[in-house]
């Protein structure tokens, strides 16, 4: 199984703040990496797919990028309904895998 | 739009199964890969296994070879996932999720809304 290892596991940001949500892989995985956001009680929605194309209707100051086995989540500006917690996910193979989260909250 | 609407929240004894619907609505259902994905409290994520309709084979993590089962009705566009021998460490919410694209290797692009199953003597 691909193992992918999310950091920070927490951060702690003001509104206006860039933030970044770095995911490695164990090993290559092409850019099928995708971010989700989750907020409490709620399941969790797509933002980014193909390590950085944008879901339809995700705000342009969200943004990803990388290659190989590395790949960041920005965001640009937070803004109060951006404190969530965020995952990685990488789709080159079966199983699936998860980050194991990153939590944003307020400073 | 796409949607996914899951059964509700069961509680469940030790050594005993749980089957989970999630019925879809306003898209291709048989195209379109639908995968389980459990949270334990506070936890993470961790895909349980997936299944594309049309072929009606499912593809199950290691971890879950053998307790889980994932079907499909075509007929009424619902997604099944029963996993058995129940422990406490199954407590946890699940969600079925849709693979935007035609395969199992797609992000997941539409999500139910989650089933807390809970597992207690």
């Known amino acids: 199984d691909i193992q992918m290892t999310q950091s920070p596991s927490s951060l702690s940001a003001s509104v206006g703040d860039r933030v970044s949500i770095t995911c490695r892989a164990s090993?290559?995985?092409?850019?099928?990496l995708a971010w989700y956001q989750q907020k409490p009680g709620k399941a969790p929605g797509l933002l980014v797919y193909?390590?950085?194309r944008l879901e339809t209707g995700v705000p342009s100051r969200f943004s990803g990028s990388g290659s190989g086995t590395d790949y960041t989540l920005t965001i640009t500006s937070l803004q109060p309904e951006d404190f969530a917690t965020y995952y990685c996910?990488?789709?080159?193979?079966?199983?699936?895998?998860f980050g194991q989260g990153t939590k944003v909250d307020m400073k | 739009q796409v949607q996914l609407v899951q059964s509700g929240a069961e509680v469940k004894k030790p050594g005993s199964s749980v089957k989970v619907s999630c019925k879809a609505s306003?898209?291709?259902?048989?195209?379109?890969?639908i995968s389980w994905v459990r949270q334990a409290p506070g936890q993470g994520l961790e895909w349980m296994g997936g299944?594309?309709?049309?072929?009606?084979?499912?593809n199950y993590a290691q971890k879950f070879q053998g307790r889980v089962t994932i079907t499909t009705d075509e007929s009424t566009s619902t997604a099944y996932m029963e996993l058995s021998s129940l422990r406490s460490e199954d407590t946890a919410v699940y969600y079925c999720?849709?693979?935007?694209?035609?395969?199992?290797?797609?992000?997941?692009?539409?999500w139910g809304q989650g089933t807390l199953v809970t597992v207690s003597s």
């Open positions: 999720a849709r693979a935007g694209g035609f395969g199992e290797l797609f992000p997941f692009d539409y």
């Open positions: 306003g898209g291709t259902f048989s195209s379109y890969a």
């Open positions: 299944i594309i309709p049309i072929f009606g084979t499912a």
């Open positions: 090993q290559g995985i092409s850019n099928s």
């Open positions: 193909a390590t950085s």
């Open positions: 996910q990488q789709y080159y193979s079966t199983p699936q895998t």
